[in-house]
């Protein structure tokens, strides 16, 4: 014993130092991939989510993956081209109306106040005498008071072009690694498998397909949910007489999908019909805005709840609080984590030892 003890402390210093060596390389490894760590995960979010799809499209074209894959990626990218191409035709049909209006502006002189927010209680009164003073300035005195902060304007709008930028190249590198996932995809799973079988056995290996399962859910749901809210907004806005209603719906399909939701158009088209003195539309249009606003709060969660058949609250908390943890890739990882931890959590809860053999048959 006190040999086997002496050895082991001349073996601590060589164990401490392989230790170190492979926690040094983790960290290198971790520093050359961190650029791509948040591409890497949107993309296996995404190929989780579509796999099914993927296959599908594979077993029409004759079992071609190379096809499949490629279709994929072109619709990840027309999903963003699409309405960046719809914002700019937009602007190009309607830029010589803008310019007409513009012109016209001094010889109309200042628009008045819309009598509702005059009528405002409280600060209807304020917003009506500012907004006299500002229209009494002119367009000299407007633009004076305007240019000092015309400076911060213009290196906020350059910051946002980088961010911009950063941004299209983020998702450029997303589709490409989604390529690479949907090409490679099985021995991806088979690898993370081996992994989860060599770490937590059948556990684990179950906790994995219950996080495949998870992902999938919260992309339908999510995914569904912004396309009835999108859907039904743009009802409103084409019944109630609200220009580019078309363009408008694609952009609150693209809000719902980032979270945002499609309350930032709906409300401002309903300001819209205000202004106009439409007061009967713009109120049928908040009575509508108000009821597909909270279409968010009970379909999503019950979308997720049929797929990954886990307790609703534990789905909304997992929705929620990672979003406000992790961002919007927060809305797939919060249900993931919460929900591979509750199988696992029930599991070792349910877990009885194994009943002991009788004297006579231990062998």
């Given at each position: 014993m006190k040999l086997d003890l002496e050895g082991g402390l001349r073996d601590l210093p060589r164990v401490a130092l392989a230790l170190a060596a492979i926690a040094a390389l983790l960290f290198a490894s971790y520093l050359v991939v961190r650029p791509f760590l948040a591409a890497a995960v949107w993309a296996a979010m995404i190929v989780?989510?579509?796999?099914?799809?993927?296959?599908?499209?594979?077993a029409r074209a004759g079992g071609r993956r190379w096809f499949a894959a490629t279709l994929m990626c072109g619709l990840l990218?027309?999903?963003?081209?699409?309405?960046?191409?719809?914002?700019?035709?937009?602007?190009?049909?309607?830029?010589?109306?803008?310019?007409?209006?513009?012109?016209?502006?001094?010889?109309?002189?200042w628009p008045a106040l819309p009598g509702f927010l005059e009528r405002l209680p409280v600060v209807g009164a304020r917003l009506a005498?500012?907004?006299?003073?500002?229209?009494?300035l002119g367009?000299?005195?407007?633009?004076?008071?305007?240019?000092?902060?015309?400076?911060?304007?213009?290196?906020?709008?350059?910051?946002?072009?980088?961010?911009?930028?950063?941004?299209?190249?983020?998702?450029?590198?997303?589709?490409?690694?989604?390529?690479?996932?949907?090409?490679?995809?099985?021995?991806?799973?088979?690898?993370?498998?081996?992994?989860?079988?060599?770490?937590?056995?059948?556990?684990?290996?179950a906790a994995l397909a219950l996080a495949g399962q998870a992902i999938r859910g919260v992309a339908l749901g999510v995914g569904l949910t912004a396309l009835a809210q999108s859907l039904l907004g743009g009802m409103g806005?084409?019944?109630?007489?609200?220009?580019?209603?078309?363009?408008?719906?694609?952009?609150?399909?693209?809000?719902a999908i980032a979270q945002v939701g499609a309350g930032v158009v709906l409300l401002g088209a309903t300001g819209w019909l205000y202004w106009h003195d439409q007061t009967l539309w713009g109120t049928v249009l908040l009575v509508w805005s108000v009821l597909v606003i909270n279409v968010d709060n009970f379909l999503r969660p019950w979308l997720i709840q049929r797929s990954v058949k886990l307790p609703l609250l534990?789905?909304?908390?997992?929705?929620?609080g990672g979003l406000l943890s992790f961002g919007i890739i927060g809305i797939f990882v919060g249900p993931v984590v919460l929900a591979v931890t509750y199988e696992l959590a029930l599991a070792w809860v349910a877990e009885q030892d194994a009943p002991e053999a009788p004297p006579g048959e231990s062998s």
């Amino acid at each position: 014993m006190k040999l086997d003890l002496e050895g082991g402390l001349r073996d601590l210093p060589r164990v401490a130092l392989a230790l170190a060596a492979i926690a040094a390389l983790l960290f290198a490894s971790y520093l050359v991939v961190r650029p791509f760590l948040a591409a890497a995960v949107w993309a296996a979010m995404i190929v989780v989510a579509t796999w099914p799809v993927m296959r599908g499209i594979e077993a029409r074209a004759g079992g071609r993956r190379w096809f499949a894959a490629t279709l994929m990626c072109g619709l990840l990218l027309l999903a963003v081209v699409l309405p960046v191409l719809l914002a700019v035709v937009t602007l190009a049909e309607f830029s010589d109306e803008a310019l007409a209006w513009a012109k016209r502006l001094p010889e109309a002189g200042w628009p008045a106040l819309p009598g509702f927010l005059e009528r405002l209680p409280v600060v209807g009164a304020r917003l009506a005498a500012g907004w006299q003073e500002v229209g009494a300035l002119g367009g000299s005195g407007i633009a004076a008071r305007l240019s000092p902060y015309l400076g911060d304007l213009f290196r906020w709008t350059a910051a946002e072009a980088g961010n911009l930028g950063l941004l299209v190249l983020h998702f450029l590198l997303t589709v490409a690694v989604a390529g690479i996932l949907y090409m490679r995809g099985e021995e991806g799973v088979e690898g993370l498998r081996r992994v989860a079988a060599r770490l937590g056995g059948e556990r684990a290996t179950a906790a994995l397909a219950l996080a495949g399962q998870a992902i999938r859910g919260v992309a339908l749901g999510v995914g569904l949910t912004a396309l009835a809210q999108s859907l039904l907004g743009g009802m409103g806005l084409l019944v109630c007489g609200v220009p580019l209603a078309g363009l408008l719906t694609v952009v609150m399909f693209l809000l719902a999908i980032a979270q945002v939701g499609a309350g930032v158009v709906l409300l401002g088209a309903t300001g819209w019909l205000y202004w106009h003195d439409q007061t009967l539309w713009g109120t049928v249009l908040l009575v509508w805005s108000v009821l597909v606003i909270n279409v968010d709060n009970f379909l999503r969660p019950w979308l997720i709840q049929r797929s990954v058949k886990l307790p609703l609250l534990l789905i909304f908390v997992g929705v929620v609080g990672g979003l406000l943890s992790f961002g919007i890739i927060g809305i797939f990882v919060g249900p993931v984590v919460l929900a591979v931890t509750y199988e696992l959590a029930l599991a070792w809860v349910a877990e009885q030892d194994a009943p002991e053999a009788p004297p006579g048959e231990s062998s």
